[in-house]
């Protein structure tokens, strides 16, 4: 029998295939169930006009219970978006990719809740502690207990 | 915007001092945790008064307790109350009154568990009448995935969850491909395998959801934020404090729980306040039970209580 996670995201995936992404969002690869990528835009007036990141997703045997990594890329001339909550490494600071994971949330929830964290930033900057952050950072995003301090 | 630790095979759990966010142990430390001895008792010293902490802070006094607990199986054999009380007998003697109080009242052993959702399916499979407990459990969770439907949960999210609790309810009565039929130890081994377990608490957890959005005027009155105490939206709450992996259902949710399965639940609450131990009857007006599920709550935390009134 499949894993859950095959499973999971075989229906994910058939349901991108079907339905389509979300405007801004297109499916770049997701040849197996271990790393799918993605790019993102912001549409219409924000901070990142004209501007595309790509998304990486990494999920393990328990995926959803257990949250996927997601960074943005920021290899092959890719870079992560400029923002308080993204380090120059790709990592994000997201409660719902930490503590409030859900399996309720979909890689296209995510995906949205993502482009709406771009979308409502006022401010392009970086995480006060990038510079320390990125020195010492694990590979796996998962790996950093990131501390949540606001809503946006 | 603080990364608490960046190093790789650090436990991401903090101690619950330093650390006001809660999760739950994840299933990779809880698929080891099933290979490790079991644990030792995490000592409460008499000087500790209990009855002037907060809440907050008892929840945190047990998820400390949890914590030192990361090897324990999932879900154990039944153990005499006994092994319970041994572990408070160094600390707060109303702890070991109230323990000594539910055995005089007949609960003699304990199952410790992470959730109902053990208790429930145990139920149908020591019904006096399994092939009706079957019928009327799987007639009320037939319902159930139109119900999430409507609060809005996507068909994919959750039906392979639901799928692997009604097979296990079926399976009561009705052989797997294997020609076997549910036993008690069948039963275990299934909420011992973290993918079945985990999928199964996680359905309950939807299932909580999906009721007290369906019903959010009933609910609404009763939820504040657990740190801020601030009064919370039904859909952000459920969002965050019951959909979430690893957050403890509390009364609030239990009551959800209790009304979408239609289910009786008894739970004697073990804070240590009071020699006195008393039992919180959930019981929703439309109900299936014969008897009730009975639990015993440490804030943070429910097992199983068993005994021959149970």
Known sequence: ?152 | MIPMNSEPDVPLRDPPSQSGEEEGPSAAEQAKAIEQPPPQPVEITADTNLSELSAAQMYELNQAHETADVHRPLIAEIAPIAELRAEYENGSTLFVQQIDNLESQGYSSIRRTRAVAFAYVEQVLKSSDPPLAVATTLSTLEGTPALLETVGYQNLVFDDFYSVLVQLVRNVTIPDELGNKLTNQTLLEAFQSPAESNSIVVYMRMLTSAQMQLNAENFAPFLFHPELGEPMEVKEFCENFVDAIGKEADHVQMTALSQILRIDISVAYLDGRSEQLDFVKFSPEETTSSSPIVLLYRPGHYDILEGSYS
């Open chain 1, 1 to 152: 029998m499949a894993s859950i996670s095959s499973r999971r995201l075989a229906k994910e995936l058939m349901e991108i295939k079907n339905d389509g992404c979300p405007v801004g969002i297109n499916l770049v690869k997701a040849d197996d169930f271990s790393t799918w990528w993605f790019t993102i835009q912001v549409m219409g007036e924000s901070l990142y006009k004209n501007e595309q990141f790509t998304l990486q997703f990494r999920f393990d045997p328990q995926y959803p219970i257990s949250s996927p990594a997601v960074q943005f890329v920021v290899t092959d001339g890719k870079e992560a978006p400029v923002h308080p909550h993204v380090y120059s490494n790709g990592h994000i600071c997201a409660s719902i990719l930490g503590n409030e994971w859900s399996p309720v949330l979909s890689v296209i929830a995510v995906c949205v809740t993502l482009q709406s964290m771009l979308a409502s930033c006022k401010e392009k900057q970086r995480p006060i502690d990038n510079d320390r952050y990125i020195k010492h950072a694990p590979e796996n995003p998962k790996k950093t207990r990131f501390h949540y301090d606001d809503d946006t």
